[in-house]
C-alpha cells in the first residue's frame, strides 16, 4: 500500500511572520535615531529664519516714496507743485469759481402729433345722396372754399321751392293795401332764407335761386379750412344723413410734439418754457417751440409727466408721426458754479484742484449741486473768485495720490514673512523662486525653509502563500 506524501518542502512551525518580526526588531533603533535627527535638523531651521528689521523697513519706505513726474515736486498736503514750463507741457487750463445764471437744462424724446385745435371735420346738416366726389382720396390738399361734394337732399329741394314761393308772394301784396293786413310778405321770404343759411347752403348759391327762379337739384359741401385730407369716410352714390362726418381736415401749418418727462423733472419744466427740437429727417436744422401744456399727474406706470410743444410747420416738413429730441431750458436762479470739467467724480467724493499760487495746485473736496451742461452748482468747497484746475486735472489727481499708493503697496510687500504671522506655518511651502528684488524691506535672498517630516512607515511584510493542506491518507 502506497502512502500519500507531500511533495513540497516541510514547512517550518515558525512561519514567515516570525521572520519579518525579527527584521523590524532590528530595525528599530535606526528608525528611531533617523527620525530623532530630522527634527533636530527641522528646529535649527526653524530658529535660523531671516528676521525683518522693521526700522530699516520704515527707511527703505520712506526713501522709496516716489517723486511723481519728473521735475514735479509732492508736498506733504499732497498739493502738486509746478513750474510755468510744466503747466505749459502738461496742458494744465484754469477756470474760476463764481456766481452764474444756472438754467434748467432738460433733454427728452417727442413725437410729432397733429395739432388738435387745426382739426376740422366736414359733415352734411341734412338728408341726401352723395351725386358728386371732388375730393376722392386721402392726403389730398384742399383749400378754403374749395368744393368737395355735390348732395341730393328732397328737404332741401323742397326749401329752395318755399323760398321762391315766398319771394312770388311778397312781389304779389306788395302793391296791395288791405286793413288790418300787413302791405308786405318780407318776413316769409327772410324766413325762408334762413332756413338754408341754417343748413349751410352758401349765400350765393340762394341768390342763384332767386335769380334764376330754379331750385337746384344738389347742394356742393365747400372745404371750412385749408390742410390735408386726413381722413374720408364716404364714397361716390352713399347716402348721407345729418351730422355724419365724410372728411376731416388737418392744418398742419401748426404742429405738437408731445414728449414725456422724468418724475426728477416735473418740477424742471411749467408752460412758456423754451424748446430746440431737432429730428433725424431734418438734420441741421432746429425748430423752436414752447411748451404749451404740461399734465397734472404723474403716470403711474412709468413714472413720468406729459407734455406739450408747439411748434410752427410754415413749410410743412414736420410729419404727423417723426421723432424729435427736444432741449428745454428755463432760466432758474443764480449759483456758486465751476466748470464742469474742473470736477473729478471718485464715486464717493468730488475732488477740484484750487490754484494757490506760483504753481501749487491743491486738491480740495467739495459738495455739488445740479450740473447743467458746462456748469456745476458747488454747495461747499469753494469761495468765489478762486481758480481752479479746468483740463489735465485726472493727470494731478494720480499723481498727487501716487505717494500714498506706493507707500500702501511697499508696507503691504514688507510687513513680514509668512513665519511672522500666527496661525500661518505652512509646512512644506517654498519661498525661494519670489523674485523680492527692488521691494524694499525685503531680504535679498530667500532661505528654503525645511519642513518637518512625518515619521517613517515600518516596511510592509511580504506576503507569504498560506501552506497547502494536504488531504489525510
Same mark, same amino acid.
Given at each position: ?25 532590528? =530595525? ?21 529664519? !531671516?528676521?525683518?528689521? /522693521? ?33 505749459? =507741457? ?49 392726403? =389730398? ?29 311778397? *312781389? ?10 300787413? &302791405? ?12 338754408l343759411r341754417l343748413w ?23 372745404? !371750412? ?46 408752460? &412758456? ?11 441741421? /436744422? ?16 412709468t413714472r413720468t409727466l ?14 404727423? &408721426? ?10 432758474? *436762479? ?10 473729478i467724480q471718485t464715486g #464717493? ?9 506760483? &504753481? ?6 467739495? #459738495?455739488?449741486? *445740479? ?11 469753494? #469761495?468765489?473768485?478762486? *481758480? ?58 530667500? /532661505? ?10 515600518? !516596511? /510592509? ?13
Amino acid at each position: 500500500m502506497t502512502s500519500n506524501t507531500p511533495s513540497g518542502p516541510p514547512v517550518d512551525g515558525r512561519g514567515s511572520g516570525d521572520v519579518s518580526s525579527s527584521r523590524w526588531t532590528r =530595525q528599530r533603533p535606526a528608525m528611531i535615531t533617523m527620525f530623532a535627527l530630522v527634527i533636530f535638523v527641522a528646529t535649527i531651521a526653524w530658529y535660523d529664519r !531671516p528676521r525683518v528689521d /522693521r526700522d530699516a523697513l520704515a527707511r527703505n519706505t520712506d526713501a522709496a516714496a516716489p517723486r511723481g513726474m519728473e521735475g514735479m515736486d509732492m508736498n506733504s498736503d499732497g498739493a502738486a507743485v509746478f513750474t510755468a514750463a510744466q503747466l505749459r =507741457q502738461f496742458g494744465v487750463l484754469f477756470g474760476t469759481v463764481d456766481q452764474r445764471v444756472m438754467t434748467n437744462d432738460v433733454r427728452t424724446v417727442g413725437t410729432v402729433m397733429p395739432d388738435e385745435s387745426r382739426l376740422s371735420s366736414v359733415a352734411p346738416k341734412f338728408t341726401g345722396v352723395v351725386e358728386r366726389l371732388v375730393v376722392n382720396t386721402t392726403g =389730398q390738399r384742399v383749400r378754403i372754399g374749395q368744393p368737395m361734394a355735390a348732395i341730393y337732399s328732397p328737404d332741401l329741394l323742397a326749401a329752395q321751392q318755399e323760398l321762391l314761393i315766398a319771394r312770388d308772394l311778397d *312781389r304779389s301784396v306788395s302793391g296791395i293795401s288791405v286793413p288790418g293786413v300787413p &302791405g308786405s310778405s318780407d318776413g316769409l321770404l327772410a324766413a325762408a332764407r334762413q332756413r338754408l343759411r341754417l343748413w349751410d347752403v352758401p349765400e350765393s348759391q340762394i341768390d342763384d335761386v332767386l335769380r334764376t327762379g330754379r331750385p337746384q337739384r344738389t347742394i356742393w359741401l365747400y372745404a !371750412p379750412m385749408s390742410g390735408v385730407i386726413t381722413e374720408r369716410l364716404v364714397v361716390l352714390g352713399q347716402a348721407v344723413h345729418a351730422g355724419m362726418p365724410l372728411f376731416t381736415i388737418t392744418d398742419l401749418s401748426s404742429v405738437w410734439v408731445n414728449i414725456q418727462l422724468r418724475e426728477a423733472e416735473a418740477t424742471l419744466v411749467r408752460e &412758456g418754457t423754451s424748446a430746440t427740437l431737432e429730428f433725424a429727417a431734418l438734420p441741421g /436744422r432746429p425748430y423752436e417751440g414752447r411748451v404749451a401744456y404740461v399734465d397734472p399727474t404723474v403716470n403711474e406706470t412709468t413714472r413720468t409727466l406729459a407734455a406739450r410743444i408747439v411748434v410752427r410747420n410754415a413749410d410743412g416738413q414736420l410729419k404727423p &408721426g417723426m421723432y424729435a429730441t427736444a432741449r428745454l431750458s428755463t432760466p432758474a *436762479r443764480t449759483a456758486l458754479t465751476v466748470p464742469s470739467t474742473a470736477v473729478i467724480q471718485t464715486g #464717493e467724493r468730488a475732488i477740484v484742484f484750487i490754484d494757490m499760487g506760483d &504753481g501749487r495746485l491743491l486738491p480740495h473736496d467739495v #459738495e455739488l449741486g *445740479r450740473v447743467n451742461g458746462e456748469l456745476t452748482e458747488v454747495l461747499a468747497g469753494l #469761495e468765489p473768485g478762486q *481758480r481752479v484746475v479746468s483740463s489735465a486735472q485726472f493727470l494731478l489727481e494720480s499723481e498727487s495720490n501716487l505717494g500714498d499708493v506706493m507707500k500702501s503697496m511697499i508696507g503691504l510687500s514688507g510687513a513680514g514673512t509668512m513665519g511672522d504671522m500666527p496661525g500661518m506655518d505652512i509646512p512644506g511651502m517654498k519661498m525661494s523662486g519670489a523674485d523680492t528684488r527692488g521691494m524694499s524691506g525685503a531680504a535679498s535672498t530667500s /532661505r528654503p525653509t525645511a519642513s518637518p517630516l512625518s515619521a517613517p512607515r515600518a !516596511p /510592509r511584510a511580504p506576503r507569504v502563500p498560506a501552506p497547502t493542506r494536504r488531504s489525510p491518507p
